[in-house]
């Protein structure tokens, strides 16, 4: 199974832009990438999907590298609600599983 | 548009006794299933996920199964829980792996 690797934490300014990154170097050619992101004593909340193409919705932008083996997450102006855990998960045709990793903490300070 | 359910919202249970956490799915048909388990101050662990009715996967051998007894209707059972059940349960669905999964407001388990 393809796996992601995200760093445990980063640190953003408010209403700067966060870029979080997260490396996938085993993804198949059907895996689509997610990313989720889980506020405390919350359950996670879908942010953005994509396959091969940049993405972009009214929370972030997702930007896939050409081989696919990275992306970004791209909060363009963060917010203090934005500090959470943010999750770039595979999901698999194969299964239709969705199994998350430790996920990056992102702290936004004031 | 579809919405999740998933109750209660806190349990708390003695060692020993039975469980029954249900969801359901309201606005799609033939979702994709996930039961998660995330232990406090740690990551989501896949417990079980159904792509149908009566079609279960397990992740993880435990002291918990689940059934679909209904497309829309996914319920996590124990027979007797342990200590180590403690957590927060959570169930999402999705249209396929293609779509992004949503998930519902969770379930915290206290055993005691």
């Known amino acids: 199974d393809a796996k992601t690797t995200q760093p445990n934490s980063m640190e953003s300014n408010e209403e700067e832009p966060v870029h979080l990154p997260c490396n996938h170097s085993?993804?198949?050619?059907?895996?689509?990438i997610h990313w989720y992101r889980q506020l405390p004593s919350q359950g996670p909340e879908y942010v953005i999907h994509g396959l091969t193409s940049n993405v972009n919705n009214r929370m972030a932008s997702l930007a896939i590298a050409e081989d696919r083996k990275s992306s970004t997450l791209i909060l363009h102006r963060a917010t203090l609600r934005d500090a959470a855990v943010y999750y770039c998960i595979l999901s698999y045709n194969a299964g239709n599983m969705l199994t998350f990793g430790g996920g990056t903490r992102l702290m936004v300070k004031p | 548009s579809q919405t999740i359910h998933q109750w209660p919202a806190t349990l708390v249970q003695p060692v020993g006794s039975p469980l029954s956490l249900e969801c359901t799915v309201e606005?799609?048909?033939?979702?994709?299933l996930y039961w998660y388990r995330q232990a406090a101050g740690r990551g989501l662990q896949l417990l079980f996920y159904s792509v149908g009715i009566g079609q279960i996967s397990s992740e993880v051998p435990q002291n918990l199964s689940a059934s679909r007894p209904q497309d829309r209707q996914f319920i996590l059972s124990s027979k007797k829980l342990l200590l180590s059940d403690s957590g927060f349960y959570l169930c999402a669905w999705s249209s396929s792996y293609r779509a992004g999964a949503f998930f519902g407001q969770g379930t915290r388990l206290t055993v005691v």
């Open positions: 085993t993804i198949s050619g059907t895996d689509y």
């Open positions: 606005g799609t048909s033939n979702p994709n």
